[in-house]
């Protein structure tokens, strides 16, 4: 299980015309780990989406040999509307879409990978629940569950672990590191400068430009750490045009 590169061209994205990442070129590599950094409104969750094709370039390119279902996608749990009537197992099952059979019929192969994925991250006999009752946690396992089933060779991450407690970021971050493991691309979005540290070989520093993106020790310096903060103080919301460089 092998992902091509991504590459990024000078990408600009911008929303009604206000650019939230500048001018960013560079190349996630084929099996890389890496995490995206920076302050709030730095651009990461936009860069996320125009990485799998969700957001168009404003300006420049994402250039890979993909397609849009070899992407699985964890959107940031704001985004995700769990009042929706669904069991777990069948939320889980949303992510078998490669194997579905015609108008929507389960295969009982998927069944039963579901029901195995749900073992994996620690929620067997939660099959029936539906997904309103859950605990912040438990969701998130629910949707690493999903991932799982959904078997993508490029897998995306927006915040996986905020407000998850310590044991089950633990038992998620052991699935990532699998996943790096079987080759696929891992890019993950995250606050917890220790768990870039500690997980993530590469990092991505993000203030709207790029301010570093190679291997973690040396993209997460205190400088330019200072140099991500010292840009955000200078944002300006509703600027049309991309500001000058520092
Ligand atoms: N749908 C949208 N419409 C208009 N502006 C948006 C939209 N989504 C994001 N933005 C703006 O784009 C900028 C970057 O937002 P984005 O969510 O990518 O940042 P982020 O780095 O993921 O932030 P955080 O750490 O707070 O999640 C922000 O100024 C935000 O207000």
């Not at 009537?85 to 069944?111: C, E, H, M, N, Y």
């Not at 195995?116 to 946690?137: D, M, N, P």
């Not at 396992?141 to 897998?155: G, H, N, P, S, T």
């Not at 407690?165 to 606050?191: N, S, Y």
């Amino acid at each position: 299980m092998s992902a091509p590169a991504i590459r990024l061209d000078n990408l600009t994205i911008s929303y009604d015309r206000h650019p939230a990442v500048h001018h960013l070129s560079g190349t996630f590599q084929p099996g890389s780990l890496t995490a995206i950094a920076g302050p709030n409104g730095a651009g990461k969750s936009t860069l996320l989406k125009a990485v799998m094709g969700e957001l168009r370039p404003a300006g420049g390119r994402v250039e890979h040999r993909l397609q849009r279902t070899d992407f699985g996608y964890l959107p940031q749990a704001a985004e995700i509307n769990k009042r929706f009537p669904i069991s777990v197992l069948d939320t889980v099952l949303l992510g078998s879409w490669r194997s579905a059979g015609a108008f929507g019929r389960v295969a009982k192969q998927d069944t039963a990978l579901a029901r195995a994925a749900l073992v994996t991250v620690g929620l067997e006999g939660f099959e029936k629940r539906h997904i309103g009752s859950l605990s912040a946690g438990q969701f998130q396992r629910v949707l690493f569950a999903r991932l799982l089933l959904q078997d993508a060779r490029v897998i995306l991450l927006d915040e996986p672990f905020t407000a998850i407690d310590a044991r089950t970021t633990r038992d998620l971050l052991d699935i990532v590191v699998r996943w790096h493991g079987d080759g696929r691309t891992v890019i993950a979005v995250l606050h917890d400068f220790g768990q870039v540290k500690a997980h993530f070989p590469e990092t991505l520093l993000l203030a709207r430009r790029l301010i570093g993106w190679g291997p973690t020790r040396e993209v997460m310096s205190s400088a330019n750490l200072l140099r991500a903060r010292a840009m955000a103080e200078r944002w300006d919301e509703d600027a049309e045009a991309c500001e000058p460089a520092a």
